[in-house]
């Protein structure tokens, strides 16, 4: 799914008090779930009909890579922190972005939805592609989801890391859990400006929305703002892949930013998307009580800029806890003369299965098919793939044949314990999903 496709986004209390409360909740330690309740960072959620998080995904929940010393998704993070730190400083050296990364991913559909300007009725709100607690909370889907609490709390440059959930498609560059970074940062007109006496304003009052800008903002404003988001973000991604690095921009679409962009960068002759900016819809400061500010915001994918980085050609591998994976990046350090390229420590030879089935009459996800193949095949499935699709000439019934690509990365696994998987598979698409297997 395109970063432009997708656009989701925090509230509750501003206090600081609450904010260090926030920061001290460590791991998630999941203790026994019941039947009607499920329990998160020592709080219990009553399950209403809209939960789907399943005990795959919560076991994700807590294990914090981007916070395991020497994890490539840890070494990542760093660097993009240690760039802002070291080149955005006050006069006497001090960073000026503030940086969180111990953010619980368990947030209201306001945080997620509300804050950032998503409509009620939007298609990024469906059970289809979230995983939702119950139908007022659910696991953030993207770290925009604390953009206005941070604004709340005062801060005008900030960056926000955190674990984020998806349910998607599976292949080897799209895992239903993965990492994001946030960065936003507000300007006055001084700084903005820096020339008070060009008599340049932040806000145009009465002006339209055009293509190029909100309502209200000033063209001069955005047009700063544009060229300072985008020096920033070109800077940071030739600290991290050299300066020969090429990139590009494309105008985009978020619901909280206008005007949008994305940034891709080419790698091994491949254009990639690692961005989504823009900037900030004026209401997201407003209700942060920063209305006489004006901010652009950004929200890039740490697990794709760590695979660019060290050649990792599967985004599981993150979730291996073998030590031949984690000891490669041992030496890596923040300085990109350290790095290394991933070297695979033992190649399993996949094995495919095919599952084929009629579609109910009153309709079929593909989305929560892959969660199920997810939560039976647990990590052992690298890919799903619709490999036939047809409709019978009488019966107007359609068929679907997917492929199941079946590979461990750290180990082998035994035909029988695919058989096994398939057999769990074949009852439980047809006891939840109503298709007939064929
Ligand atoms: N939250 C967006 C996503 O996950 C990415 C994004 C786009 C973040 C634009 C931003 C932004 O802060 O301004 O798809």
């Known amino acids: 799914m395109s970063l432009c496709m997708v656009y989701r986004v925090f509230a509750r209390p501003p206090a600081l008090y609450y904010y260090s409360r926030l920061l001290s909740t460590g791991s998630a330690a999941l203790p026994e779930q019941s039947q009607d309740k499920l329990q998160l960072f020592g709080k219990l959620y009553d399950k209403d009909p809209v939960t789907n998080v399943t005990p795959h995904i919560l076991r994700h929940v807590g294990r914090n890579l981007h916070r395991v010393s020497k994890h490539p998704l840890c070494i990542i993070k760093e660097r993009v922190v240690h760039h802002f730190h070291t080149t955005y400083v006050n006069r006497v050296g001090n960073a000026l972005y503030a940086h969180f990364d111990d953010v619980p991913p368990v947030v209201s559909t306001e945080q997620n939805f509300d804050s950032l300007l998503v409509a009620p009725d ?170 006489d500010k004006v901010g652009w915001a950004f929200g890039l994918g740490l697990d794709r800029l760590a695979m660019l980085l060290f050649g990792i050609p599967d985004i599981r591998l993150f979730w291996s806890k073998d030590e031949r994976f984690i000891d490669q990046f041992k030496s890596v350090g923040i300085s990109l003369d350290t790095n290394v390229q991933y070297t695979p420590f033992s190649v399993f030879p996949p094995s495919y299965k095919d599952l084929s089935f009629w579609l109910p009459k009153t309709g079929f996800s593909e989305n929560d098919f892959h969660e199920i193949v997810r939560s039976v095949g647990g990590g052992l499935v690298e890919e799903v793939e619709l490999v036939d699709a047809f409709t019978h000439p009488h019966t107007n019934r359609v068929s679907h044949c997917y492929r199941l690509t079946y590979r461990a990365m750290d180990r082998t696994f035994t035909n029988r314990e695919v058989n096994e998987i398939m057999e769990k598979l074949r009852q439980e698409v047809q006891d939840t999903l109503g298709v007939n297997v064929r």
């Not at 790698?267 to 900016?277: A, H, I, R, T, Y």
């Open 122 to 291: 939007h298609v990024t709100r469906s059970k289809k592609d979230n995983y939702y607690i119950n139908r007022d909370t659910l696991l953030r889907a993207h770290t925009s989801a604390h953009q206005r609490d941070f604004i709340k709390m005062g801060f005008d440059r900030f960056l926000v890391s955190g674990d984020v959930y998806r349910r998607d498609t599976i292949d080897s560059c799209h895992y239903p859990v993965f990492h994001q970074m946030e960065g936003v940062r507000l300007f006055t007109g001084d700084e903005l400006f820096r020339n008070e006496n060009l008599g340049l304003k932040l806000f145009e009052k009465d002006s339209e929305e055009t293509g190029e800008k909100q309502r209200g903002h000033s063209i001069d404003a955005v047009k700063m703002m544009e060229i300072n988001l985008k020096e920033t973000l070109d800077n940071l991604m030739r600290s991290l892949f050299g300066t020969d690095i090429q990139t590009r921009w494309n105008a985009c679409y978020f619901p909280f930013t206008h005007p949008s962009f994305e940034l891709e960068i080419k790698f091994q002759g491949e254009w990639l998307e690692v961005l989504g900016s823009g900037v900030m819809r004026q209401p997201i400061l407003d209700k942060g009580g920063a209305s």
